[in-house]
RNA sequence: GGCCGGUUGGCAGAGUGGCUCAUGCAGAGGACUGCAAAUCCUUGUACAUCGGUUCAAUUCCGGUACCGGCCUCCA
């Protein structure tokens, strides 16, 4: 079997992954707060995730894997939202959502075993929490519930900071009743319009921090082995939601391995609407196809911080023509069943080293453009479309890639055209021939002469 | 101020204590083509800086510079 290595953040370091059962291998990963559409930063993380879902399902059994990627549906910007535009809160997050499962579907993103969403699982919040305040790692003052982080010996070790450290530079504003300015929320009053349920603190609302363990322990236990999501979650997030999920089961382990993907920036800097670099997810593909985005990201390792530039996106559209360009030729040789190679499998089992396993995916490409007979074409075709399926690439079919689209051509005319133009080749008449050509060219359509006849494409 | 990460050829971006070599895009030359396109072949250019360890460092260690991120909501 092969040995899966990822970068745990908790141990800083490269360390080989040893699922607690290999036949039920679970991942969460913290997904998206619906109040807006997804932004390119929301897109990179859970396509980095999806390679990695993929390689625990070739190693393990799709049947093996469970994984879970939570909906925030309950959170102060979605209120913020609402009084803004005064749409329901639910119109809100419904809305928001089917944006971000397309946008999803659209990246060839697989959908997660479950997605929850933090509102269903209120009751659980609420058991927590009271599970907390009973084994005295949290208090009540002034209608909330604060976890005291003061009763944890080990707080601050996954994102590596002393208490010392986070309260010297920190630009917190600290309500008088925390105890330790660094407590954190666990359970907030909720005014009589503002969304709420009844518990036992009167009615409110779940701090955001409680909602991941709340769901990850239902879903996947108390103990489980990757947590994921972006390296902006470390801190404060992913450390408190240890913390919580740490004290509240005395001797589990919470998640063993800690997997942050690095930050989307854009031309260099980080993306944020003030710098005017601000790009939705659904924006960027106005000007490239999804699969263009995905390759983009999968281009540099999921760990280092990811550049976003739009000549960038246009280098992965030309690299997917060249693979599609590849599978094209073959277009009526059936693929044969084919194992990825395994030196792409080897690539991705290295913390999913996504570039190394490309650079791969364009030798095999190359092999099958060397290929001859129809045999070796079969073979080669398998093992391209096999490794390339283990990144999530190469799904679509390569003439609706080259002709697809917006659906705005006629075929026919182009056809019409094609003939026209072999006429005229055939009388030598190249100057028509190349009149034609160029017309068409004018027009975004390709031309391409082969043995076997003319064929076109779309730019 | 504290804590992380980065600096590789024109660009993007892997990797490695010594070997002929990432890969792609762009460039150059060639094959094929009526000419192109696509494809194939050949090819140039690199490891921020200063020290240290070593027979040997782009790769390990330390300093410096620069860049970015986090410390508040953030994927």
Not at 145 to 151: A, G, K, M
Not at 333 to 361: K, M
Request: charged letters at 25%.
């Amino acid at each position: 079997m092969t040995t899966i290595y990822l970068h745990n953040t908790l141990k800083r370091r490269k360390e080989e992954f040893k699922p607690i059962d290999a036949s039920n291998v679970r991942m969460y990963v913290c997904g998206p707060t619906v109040y807006d559409r997804a932004h390119l930063g929301n897109a990179k993380t859970p396509v980095t995730f999806d390679v990695l879902y993929r390689l625990l399902r070739y190693v393990y059994g799709s049947a093996h894997v469970n994984y879970v990627s939570n909906i925030t549906d309950v959170d102060d910007k979605i209120l913020k939202k609402h009084q803004e535009t005064g749409k329901p809160i639910r119109e809100i997050t419904e809305q928001t959502y089917q944006w971000y499962v397309d946008d999803m579907a659209k990246l060839n993103v697989l959908a997660p075993n479950h997605r929850p969403r933090a509102t269903e699982y209120i009751g659980e919040m609420i058991e927590l929490v009271k599970l907390l305040l009973a084994n005295g790692h949290a208090y009540e003052a002034a209608g909330h519930v604060l976890f005291d982080v003061d009763s944890m010996p080990g707080y601050g070790s996954l994102s590596g900071r002393s208490m010392k450290e986070m309260l010297a530079g920190a630009r917190i504003e600290v309500a008088d009743y925390k105890k330790n300015p660094a407590d954190f929320v666990l359970w907030k009053p909720s005014s009589p319009g503002q969304p709420g349920w009844d518990s036992p603190w009167g009615y409110g609302r779940p701090g955001w921090h409680l909602e991941c363990s709340a769901m990850s322990s239902k879903l996947l236990g108390n103990s489980f082995d990757i947590h994921g999501g972006g390296a902006d979650l470390i801190f404060p997030h992913h450390e408190n939601e240890c913390a919580q999920s740490l004290c509240a089961h005395p001797g589990e382990k919470f998640a063993n391995y800690w997997v942050h993907s690095g930050m989307l920036m854009v031309d260099g800097v980080k993306m944020s609407k003030s710098l005017g670099n601000f790009y939705l997810i659904d924006e960027v593909l106005e000007k490239a196809p999804a699969e263009a985005l995905r390759l983009l990201f999968l281009g540099t390792h999921y760990h280092q911080p990811f550049n976003f530039t739009f000549e960038g996106l246009a280098q992965s559209k030309a690299v997917l023509d060249k693979f599609y360009n590849a599978l094209l030729r073959v277009k009526n040789v059936a693929a044969a069943p084919a194992e990825p190679d395994n030196r792409v499998v080897e690539a991705l089992a290295d913390d999913l080293n996504t570039p190394l396993a490309i650079s791969y995916l364009h030798e095999l490409s190359n092999n099958l453009n060397k290929a001859e007979s129809p045999a070796e074409q079969a073979r080669c075709k398998g093992e391209l479309l096999a490794s390339a399926d283990l990144l999530g690439l190469l799904w679509q079919n390569a003439e609706s890639w080259f002709k697809g689209g917006e659906n705005d051509t006629d075929a026919e005319a182009v056809e019409a055209k094609i003939a026209e133009r072999a006429a005229a080749k055939k009388n030598k008449d190249y100057a028509l021939a190349d009149k034609i050509r160029n017309e068409l060219k004018e027009q975004g359509i390709l031309l391409e002469d082969t043995p076997q006849g003319t064929t076109w494409k779309k730019a």
